[in-house]
């Protein structure tokens, strides 16, 4: 049941009856009480709301709140294209110009490889030939040991040596490069040797040899491919420990000999199949003895 006393309490804070009306209507004890009530209401005020500076207040409130939304980031395609560009011609010009292939032979054994340009190359025993996938457009070897040529015409053709280089259009030649002994013979067309000191045109029958301080010049026979094509290693005037340094090429064998023949000039062939008859065929003219010790072979005066 609602209390009257709180009706006419509501009444009298709303000014609808007087003081001496409610003083009629309560006890004493309840007028001085609802009094001291009005007396502290009346100290209280509430000022009017600004609710267009608070609703602003409000809405700052909550986008400081809201997570951020990334903003999108913005891609420079011109720059990754570079990169991609860079690294398409790096490996293009990896691929053209790094020796990739790469044949061997082994003692005694011979190898002809066929190039993409139809070039041939036949390798002789222990040598080492590198080319680029791309040989149409680099036509770049790097040789050690010994081969023979046949260039088809082109583009510029080099074979590189650690002793020099030949360059050529289109023709046939031999180079050997081992150690320190570098030599080229020409069989057809044009060949330009270079190393470190000299530059020589060669023409067919031509030959170049360099070796420890000697370069030597001369022509040949007029011969279309090198002898060791065809199982023979062929010297003129070549000092005996390289010709010694081929047949160990050939034979996988070990030679030794008294120092005092070292430099001694050999001209003559040797065959690549037998090797009782190849040595026979260089001590006999140099009136050398030898004798095989469990494969080793030693040569005496």
Known sequence: MENKNDTFLSDWLADKISDNQLKQLVSNEDFLAYQKLKNALGNYTISDADLELNYA????????KKPKTPQPKVFHLWKYVAVAASLLLFFGLYQVFYFSNTTTTDYGLTQVVTL???????????????????????????????????VQKGSKFTVETTLGNVTVLGTKF?????????EVVCFEGKVKVENNT????????????????????WAQNNAEKPLWIDGESAFKNV??????????????TKVSYPKNIKEIKFTGNFSNKNIETALKTICVPLNLKYKIN????????
């Open 57 to 64: 207040k409000i809405q700052k409130k909550i986008e400081a």
């Open 116 to 150: 993409k340009d139809n070039s041939r190359v036949t390798l002789n025993s222990k040598s080492e030939l590198s080319y680029p996938n791309f040989f149409n457009w680099n036509r770049t070897l790097k040789l050690n040991g010994e081969a023979f040529f046949e």
């Open 174 to 182: 031999n180079v050997t490069s081992f150690n320190d002994y570098f």
């Open 198 to 217: 000299k530059t020589v045109i060669l023409t067919k029958g031509e030959s170049v040899r360099i070796y420890e301080k000697t370069f030597e010049n």
């Open 239 to 252: 000092p005996i420990h390289y010709v010694l340094d081929k047949f160990e090429m050939q034979f996988n």
């Open 294 to 301: 469990e494969g080793n072979i030693i040569l005496m005066e």
